[in-house]
C-alpha cells in the first residue's frame, strides 16, 4: 500500500473532524450552553472561561481551515492542542467526568495528524542558514 497516496485524505478527514469540533464546541462554549456550564463549573473554572475558549476556538477552527497564513495555523494548532491536553488534565486531577479523557485524547490525536500531514503550502517554510 502506498501511504503518501491517502496523505491527502487522512489530512482532510482528521482535519475536518477536528474543525467542526473546534467550531460547534465553540459556539456551544461562547453562548454558555448548559452541559458545558455545569462541566467547566464542576471542573473548578468560572463561567467566563467559556466565552473566553468559545472564542478562540472558532478563531482557530478559521485559521487552520483559511489558506495562507502559516505561522498563524501553528499558533491554531498549538492553541487546539493546548485546549484538549488542558481539558485532559483538568479531568484527571479533579477526577470529574473522566468518561470525556477518552474523546479529548481522539480530538488531541486528529490535531496532530492534522498538523503532521498538511501539506507544503500550509507549513511555515523551513529557514535556511546563510
Request: glycine fraction near 8%; proline fraction near 5%; hydrophobic fraction near 55%.
Amino acid at each position: 500500500m502506498n501511504w503518501i497516496r491517502y496523505r491527502p485524505l487522512v489530512y482532510w478527514v482528521s482535519t475536518g473532524l477536528v474543525i467542526a469540533e473546534l467550531v460547534v464546541g465553540g459556539v456551544l462554549d461562547a453562548v454558555h450552553f448548559h452541559t458545558y456550564r455545569d462541566l467547566v463549573v464542576n471542573l473548578g473554572y468560572p463561567t467566563y472561561f467559556l466565552t473566553i475558549l468559545g472564542v478562540w476556538k472558532i478563531i482557530g477552527a478559521a485559521a487552520i481551515l483559511a489558506p495562507g497564513w502559516p505561522v498563524v495555523k501553528e499558533w491554531a494548532y498549538a492553541g487546539t492542542f493546548f485546549v484538549y491536553t488542558g481539558a485532559i488534565i483538568s479531568h484527571l486531577t479533579t477526577g470529574y467526568a473522566l468518561n470525556e479523557v477518552g474523546v479529548l485524547a481522539v480530538f488531541t490525536v486528529l490535531t496532530a495528524a492534522s498538523w503532521a500531514l498538511r501539506p507544503a503550502d500550509r507549513r511555515v517554510p523551513r529557514a535556511t542558514l546563510a
